[in-house]
Every structure is written in C-alpha cells, then in structure tokens.
C-alpha cells in the first residue's frame, strides 16, 4: 500500500489549495479514505473522510463548509478541496487508509502554510 500526498503549499489567508493523495498498491475502491493533520506541537487530528463509494462523508468541525473531501475511484485519488483558508489550518496533512485496521495506512504527508 503506498499513499503520496501532493497539493501542499504556501497560501494567503482567505485562499484556496486542493491536495491529492494517489493510491496504489490495494484495492483502492474498496476502503475508506481520510484526511489528517498535524500542527507544530499539536497532535494529528481528523479533518474529513468519506466512504469507499462517495457516499458519506465526515467533516471536523472545524472546517465544515469550507473544505470538501472526494474521490475518483477511476483514478485511485482521493482530494481535499480547502477554500477560505485560515492560519489556523496551517499544518502537515496526511491521507490515509483503513486498510486491515483503523487507518493502518498513511502517507508522508504534505505541508500547508497559511499566512
């Protein structure tokens, strides 16, 4: 299972970034997939999810209404769409999987700096 995560950049306030994260090694389609992030000093927390088949999603709520998870089975990708960005929301963001257990797989994430 290998889980690369892309998208990650420096960005004013109010501002806008889609990462990605590309799947390959399982069968994507068949597993969940979500969004982690890691401040400096903080510990990770769970930023958004959503279901093998587009059908559910979950949201923190911090950041419901302004970021949308989704993904393209065709494509093994899964995608974090962030608008209104805040400087809170600057952190390391990770994707991962729940493979054989609870979000056994995960990325190396990629950086989000807000300011």
């Known amino acids: 299972v290998q889980l690369v995560e892309s998208g990650g950049n420096l960005v004013q306030p109010g501002g806008s970034l889609r990462l990605s994260c590309a799947a390959s090694g399982y069968t994507y389609s068949s597993y969940c997939m979500g969004w982690f992030r890691q401040a400096p000093g903080k510990e990770r927390e769970g930023v958004a999810a959503i279901h093998r088949d587009s059908g559910g999603t979950y949201y923190a709520g911090s950041v419901k209404g302004r970021f949308t998870i989704s993904r393209d089975n065709a494509k093994n990708t899964v995608y974090l769409q962030m608008n209104s960005l805040k400087p809170e929301d600057t952190a390391l963001y990770y994707c991962?999987?729940?493979?054989?257990?609870?979000?056994?797989?995960w990325g190396q994430g990629t950086q989000v700096t807000v300011s």
């Open positions: 991962a999987t729940p493979v054989f257990g609870s979000w056994d797989y």
